[in-house]
């Protein structure tokens, strides 16, 4: 079964940047869809944008549409968030995903904290 091991989170001010990395190993990277999540405290965990397996399908939320990008590397086997215009409200832990294709299982990291400061 694939790891997960996401990385890239930090404190920064309003308006800012990040490019959070999840690390796949133990599985082909090829085989899943990717995506990343985030919940922030109190709150139920949202989606936040995938990208299949063949990187032609990328989707994301609208409440960050224009402003995260998710992309991958197969040479990496990584994922990337790259996530620009930073607000309060996106202060989440941010946890990357992995779906099998063709089998529904689903696989999670343990997650990277972003905290955006006004």
């Known amino acids: 079964q694939v790891q997960l091991v996401e990385s890239g989170g930090g404190l920064v001010q309003a308006g800012g940047s990040l490019r959070l990395s999840c690390q796949a190993s133990g599985g082909p990277f090829r085989s899943y869809d990717m995506g990343w999540y985030r919940q922030a405290p109190g709150k139920e965990r949202e989606f936040v944008g995938e990208i299949s397996w063949s990187g032609s399908g990328i989707y994301s939320s609208d409440s960050v549409k224009g402003r995260f990008t998710v992309s991958r590397d197969y040479a990496r086997s990584t994922l990337y968030l790259q996530v620009n215009g930073l607000k309060p409200e996106d202060a989440a832990i941010y946890y990357c995903?992995?779906?099998?294709?063709?089998?529904?299982?689903?696989?999670w990291g343990q997650g990277t904290q972003v905290t955006v400061s006004s």
């Open positions: 995903n992995a779906t099998l294709r063709g089998a529904g299982v689903q696989y």
